[in-house]
């Protein structure tokens, strides 16, 4: 058993190949820097305090208003394992996770926008002619339109692990509900409460699609629309730098406090079944809930239903005609597709590596580095999101004058890569519960190397690996951040055309690909809940 | 296929801070019952000898050559543990082929084999069922019906009856027993019943704290010449 393992060694492979995407990166950075230092160190300015400030605060705010409302909502929909809505509401809750930043944002701004299906009623409200959602409060509207769900579900699963018993318990010893949520709920929600609303702070501050649409101006820019600014727009690499150096560092410091905290930073695309809790809220609380539960779902179902009905406005016939749509389509789904290869082989090879290696190692020997490196390395790419990414090998290939018809290759490598957490997360639990249960038999047999993952691995991972292919698939689909540094006329994508179309005002095409994108990523996630459901 | 001698001179191993040594010497043929109480290196001892553990040191001899450093394949050597012995996604009939190709690339005579084995076992006509499909004692049946295949001279048993009950224990046993008496391979069997060990095995191996403190025929072990310590265990 002393023969170096094949796993391993494909697992050192991939830790390479992230390797070399992170550390290209980095190289183009510190390049440039080293290039202009006095220009990167005098762009540590008035404007980059102003833009991190703006980025922090209205991260906190984001979190702040995600956060208390889905810890609400969580609460009702766990009191209420009956009403009428709850599986409505779930389901709904579940499709923000796959939709596109900027389908989002689209439909956000057919319901508030200037010219929205809101607009005529809110210039009667306000008395002023409406001027449409833009700046923070557009930001934040889209933010908790994204992280009310998330949220919600997360502190929803926090809710279902205090046992049926206890519940049972709560009933039999007459606990009202503010008792009940003193004695039975709080505990377990204050528990998820830091992971939760720190992840939902991080993704906010990495938010990058949500801000280049519904921002505005320098007031209301993050970072990362910054750096894409000022590499795409300013011409201004020293800047670029700067704003990229502070970025790694904000991330570095959210992420380095979210792991003493605990927090599960690749979220969750679980589902929580029904809760067999016994309904036992009073007259009051009963209205109570239904109301913060409605509002919630009308709140999420407003955007959704914008994007749906401002889509069907559009002249879907001639968008469906045109070439540019055509080209798009094809460029995206393939580059989704290979995306989505290249992260589950990626992802697979580091899984099956780290198994390996804590197979191998004495039962209470800590593990290697490079063990713990095959187990958390993937996490490390949320430091860097993938403007910064983007942003180093845009610098670093400036020079070769190549750095547009290296956009299929970023796109595909770094969508990849991004995906990482989430498929990992899906593939690891099923290849280590099989391996618990196969690897002796495996050894004593003599099954191994490709017979063994033709005719035992392949078999228990097969649904987990359809499940991280369809999700990096949606990811990398409804991606802007890297194609929007390296697209070109040569290279659209489909996010990357509809940015286009709203730059020059044809807001009607635009609604009309949101929901054409949209309703691929539904698709691709409505695969994963069928994989996920049969297994 | 006949039995093979199995030797383990000075075998170290240590789990956790518990460190164990076995000495344990096992004439071809015979069916040894491993006894002792829990924690106490059952186990261990039999997975040094499959290959799943690796001594620090010592010899694991087999028919006079020493296994130790052999990958768990390579031993002469089949095993079956408690559960897990099936490929969940797997019908009976490749369950039992793999036995004979870790490829599952079987020809005419493999085929022939496997369905003698089956028979054998009593699964005849459930070839293709999965595993789920099947009753914890049907389950174990095809773990031996593997083991037919496999033909190896030694065959290890951790405890794989245990979870059955007492009627349909003592039916294994029988036919465990039966194919021995077929085709005479050692048998090494860890046991908490006194009276599976008293029923099939001709020696009791006792294990204490790492170590094979007492190795006797059945007959003597669960008479009143037995050794004290293994009295008290079994409460004789």
């Known amino acids: ?535 | 296929m006949s039995g093979a001698a199995l030797r383990m001179e000075d075998v170290a191993f240590s789990y956790g801070d518990m460190a164990m040594s076995f000495d344990l010497a096992v004439e071809p043929s015979s069916i040894v019952a491993v006894m002792g109480p829990s924690g106490s290196g059952k186990s261990t001892l039999l997975n040094l000898v499959a290959g799943f553990e690796t001594p620090a040191s010592g010899r694991i001899m087999i028919d006079g050559a020493d296994v130790a450093r052999r990958a768990p394949a390579e031993r002469p050597v089949s095993m079956i543990f408690q559960e897990n012995n099936l490929f969940a996604h797997l019908d009976v009939e490749k369950n039992v082929g793999l036995g004979r190709s870790p490829a599952l690339r079987l020809d005419a005579p493999d085929r022939a084999e496997i369905a003698s084995a089956l028979a054998r076992t009593g699964l005849a006509g459930k070839e293709h069922r999965l595993p789920a499909e099947l009753s914890g004692g049907e389950r174990q049946r095809v773990a031996l019906s593997r083991v037919l295949v496999r033909d190896r001279p030694i065959l290890l048993l951790d405890e794989p009856f245990a979870s059955l009950g007492p009627a349909l224990r003592r039916e294994m046993l029988e036919l465990v027993r039966d194919l021995h008496g077929e085709r005479g391979m050692t048998i090494l069997m860890v046991t908490h019943h006194p009276d599976d060990a008293a029923a099939l095995a001709d020696h009791v191996a006792f294990i204490e704290q790492g170590r094979v403190s007492a190795l006797a025929p059945s007959s003597v072990m669960f008479s009143r010449d037995a050794p004290a310590a293994f009295s008290a265990y079994i409460g004789a």
């Open chain 1, 1 to 535: 058993m002393s023969r170096p393992d094949r796993r391993v060694i494909a697992g050192v492979a991939g830790l390479g190949a992230v390797g070399i995407l992170i550390g290209g990166a980095f190289a183009g950075l510190l390049g440039e820097a080293v290039n202009d230092w006095s220009g990167a160190v005098s762009a540590f300015d008035t404007y980059m305090l102003r833009v991190t400030r703006f980025t922090l605060w209205q991260a906190a705010l984001s979190t702040l208003l995600s956060v208390v409302p889905a810890l609400l909502v969580a609460r009702a929909l766990a009191r209420h394992p009956h009403f009428a809505g709850r599986a409505l509401i779930l389901r709904l809750f579940a499709l923000p996770l796959a939709l596109p930043a900027i389908v989002a944002a689209l439909g956000i701004l057919a319901l508030l926008g200037r010219a929205g299906l809101f607009a005529d009623v809110l210039t009667a409200v306000t008395g002023t002619r409406w001027q449409g959602i833009y700046g923070l409060s557009g930001i934040l509207v889209a933010h908790v339109f994204f992280n009310l769900p998330l949220a919600t579900r997360l502190f929803l699963h926090a809710l279902e692990t205090v046992p049926t018993d206890q519940r049972r318990l709560a009933a039999q010893l007459g606990m009202g509900a503010r008792a009940s949520f003193r004695f039975v709920e709080w505990p377990v929600l204050r528990a998820a409460l830091p992971g939760v609303a720190g992840l939902v702070f991080m993704l906010c501050v990495t938010s990058f699609t949500i801000v280049l649409t519904l921002g505005g101006g320098p007031r209301a820019t993050t970072l990362e629309v910054a750096i894409y600014q000022a590499l795409r727009f300013d011409f201004d690499p020293a800047r670029a730098v700067a704003l990229t150096g502070a970025q790694i560092v904000l991330t570095a410091i959210v992420v380095a406090l979210l792991m003493r905290l605990g927090a599960n930073m690749a979220g969750d695309a679980n589902l929580p079944v029904a809760s067999r809790a016994p309904a036992v809220a009073g007259r009051a609380e009963r209205i109570l809930n239904s109301t913060v539960m409605l509002v919630a779902l009308l709140f999420v179902a407003g955007p959704l239903a914008a994007i749906v009905i401002s889509g069907l406005q559009a002249d879907l016939a001639r968008l469906a005609a045109d070439p540019a749509v055509h080209a798009a389509t094809a460029t995206s789904l393939v580059l989704a597709l290979l995306a989505g290869l290249l992260c589950v082989l990626l992802s697979l090879s580091l899984t099956m590596a780290r198994r390996a290696m804590e197979l191998k190692r004495p039962r209470n020997a800590a593990p290697s580095l490079l063990e713990r490196m095959l187990d958390t390395g993937a996490g490390f790419v949320l430091v860097v999101p993938p403007i910064v990414v983007g942003a180093g090998w845009f610098m670093l290939l400036r020079q070769t004058g190549q750095v547009f018809a290296i956009a299929p290759v970023m796109v595909v490598t770094v969508n990849a890569v991004m995906a990482m957490p989430f498929a990992i997360r899906a593939l690891r639990p099923a290849y280590d519960a099989a391996s618990a249960r196969h690897e002796k038999l495996c050894a004593s047999l003599g099954i191994s190397g490709i017979n063994r993952f033709r005719l035992v691995d392949w078999p228990s991972i097969r649904r987990p690996l359809c499940t991280a292919l369809a999700f990096a698939m949606a990811l990398s689909l409804g991606d802007l951040g890297v194609i929007a540094l390296f697209g070109s006329d040569a290279v659209q994508t489909l996010p990357y055309l509809l940015l286009a179309r709203m730059g020059s005002y044809r807001t009607a095409d635009a609604a009309g690909l949101a929901l054409f994108l949209g309703i691929i990523c539904l698709m691709l996630m409505m695969l994963v809940d069928r994989t996920r459901s049969r297994t």
